[in-house]
């Protein structure tokens, strides 16, 4: 059986930003890698594509991350088409019967979500953090059996123990780089993080980190990863 990947993110371009590498690597091992974003990021700024209405940047990020997904190997991506920036207003059921019936649905094995802290802080990278945790904690989804979550640089987590996969991106530099650019509204913030992109190549994205924090029902086990399909059963 083909493995299954869950991504659960907020905004086009969350998960380029942390898991280019990790969503390539799975598509180039036949696994499959499936993406739930809650909003289409109308709230966000335009950059250089100039000023626009929400809509036109919800239809215009849509495309950004269709084009992106097809870069990194994305094998289906949903939109829930939430509102940007109101997803801690919401009834949280109503996000986590959408996370159960996603992952469910795809029969997904793996889930990658955000950090406590939504890596950024931002409301909506929290609100999914606490609703995916409430999706796979309480068992409705049926085929998960670890879950990740991405991190940005933390050495602390590696120093504690704890199970940390680290994606350090060889060979998939330029892979990122154009995944990335795909998001072309988003680019001014993209280049506060990662730098300009067209200085390269060679560019130098900083490692993937994926945290293990939950395993078939054990939190935080102890162990050395290879691959977050170490261990399923
Ligand atoms: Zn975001």
């Known amino acids: 059986m083909q493995r299954t990947v869950g991504f659960i993110y907020a905004h086009p371009d969350d998960e380029t930003f942390g898991c280019s590498f990790l969503i390539r690597q799975i598509s180039d091992e036949g696994a499959a890698a499936v993406l739930l974003t809650a909003t289409q990021g109308e709230a966000g700024k335009s950059g250089r594509l100039g000023s626009m209405t929400p809509e036109q940047l919800a239809a215009i990020r849509e495309q950004e991350l269709q084009r992106a997904g097809e870069i ?15 997803l801690r207003e919401m009834k949280q059921e109503v996000l986590v019967d959408h996370i159960v019936a996603f992952l469910n649905k795809h029969q997904a094995e793996v889930v990658v979500t955000f950090p406590a802290d939504g890596i950024s802080g931002h409301p909506d990278h929290i609100a999914i953090h606490h609703a995916v945790n409430k999706a796979v904690f309480s068992g409705a989804c049926r085929f998960v059996q670890k879950l990740y979550y991405n991190l940005m640089g933390l050495p602390d987590a590696k120093a504690a123990g704890a199970a940390v996969l680290e994606l350090k991106g060889e060979g998939q530099q330029e892979v990122k780089a154009k995944a990335l650019a795909a998001h072309d509204s988003q680019i001014l913030s993209i280049e506060r993080v990662f730098g300009k992109l067209d200085d390269g190549p060679p560019w130098h994205f900083a490692p993937e980190l994926f945290q293990l924090v939950w395993e078939r029902g054990s939190f935080h086990p102890a162990k050395q990863e290879h691959s977050i399909f170490d261990d399923l059963a």
Not at 72 to 81: D, N, P, S, T, Y
């Open 72 to 86: 990194l190997g994305i094998a289906e991506i949903e939109h829930l088409r939430m509102g940007d920036g109101k």
